[in-house]
Antibody
Framework: EVQLVESGGGLIQPWGSLRLSCAAS????????MSWVRQAPGKGLEWLSY????????YYADSVKGRFTISRDNAQNSLFLQMTRLRAEDTAVYYCARVTTAAGPLDNWGQGTLVTVSS | DIQMTQSPSTLSASVGDRVTITCRAS??????LAWYQQKPGKAPKLLIYKASNLESGVPSRFSGSGSGTEFTLTISSLHPDDFATYYC????????FGQGTKVEIK
């Protein structure tokens, strides 16, 4: 069974940094591209970032470009999102998700981790 | 950037109703479109990919159609488990979600 488990969320002050992790199991992580998606409280879904299976291709949404960094460790079956210069509007549940094909839809999602940016 | 617009934002329906949700893209995305279902406090679930292909395990009462800029998700006969929020998503150029359509009990 495919499982994705996010961790690392919490309460952080504005301008702070946080690193999210996503532990993958039930499939071979190195065979898949991955993405991060977030959802602000009561709002819709926002795609944030994509990383190819070998980390050779990386994309970011404009809203996080220059502040967030996606990375992965296939040997450790893990995906990461390093978030810096956090703002109140970054408050959201952050999901990691598996990309079906090289750049396709997202077929498996974690349960999400809540990041709250507040002083 | 490609913008995705769903309508309606909220839909009130009864069990057994036929329900249709529309999604429009700001430019042509061929059939690079997916639909997701999300229930409160849960992660989204992939229902349909490439506009009309049913994800494994998804009931056949769900169907998708369209190409270019106009797409629809249809639930042929609404079940109690189908009350949720539905999102379209383009993956022609990066990934963009529609704002969501909440299907609520009438």
């Amino acid at each position: 069974e495919v499982q994705l488990v996010e961790s690392g969320g919490g309460l952080i002050q504005p301008w702070g940094s946080l690193r999210l992790s996503c532990a993958a199991s039930g499939f071979t992580l190195s065979d898949y591209s991955m993405s991060w998606v977030r959802q602000a409280p009561g709002k819709g879904l926002e795609w944030l970032s994509y990383i190819s299976s070998s980390s050779s291709t990386i994309y970011y949404a404009d809203s996080v470009k220059g502040r967030f960094t996606i990375s992965r460790d296939n040997a450790q079956n893990s995906l990461f999102l390093q978030m810096t210069r956090l703002r109140a509007e970054d408050t959201a549940v952050y999901y990691c998700a598996r990309v079906t094909t090289a750049a396709g839809p997202l077929d498996n999602w974690g349960q999400g981790t809540l990041v709250t940016v507040s002083s | 950037d490609i913008q995705m617009t769903q309508s309606p934002s909220t839909l009130s329906a009864s069990v057994g109703d036929r329900v249709t949700i529309t999604c429009r893209a700001s430019q042509s995305i061929s059939t690079w479109l997916a639909w997701y279902q999300q229930k409160p406090g849960k992660a989204p679930k992939l229902l349909i990919y490439k506009a009309s292909n049913l994800e494994s395990g998804v009931p056949s009462r769900f169907s998708g159609s369209g190409s270019g800029t106009e797409f629809t998700l249809t639930i042929s006969s609404l079940h109690p488990d189908d009350f949720a929020t539905y999102y379209c998503q383009q993956y022609n150029h990066y990934w963009t979600f529609g704002q969501g359509t909440k299907v609520e009990i009438k």
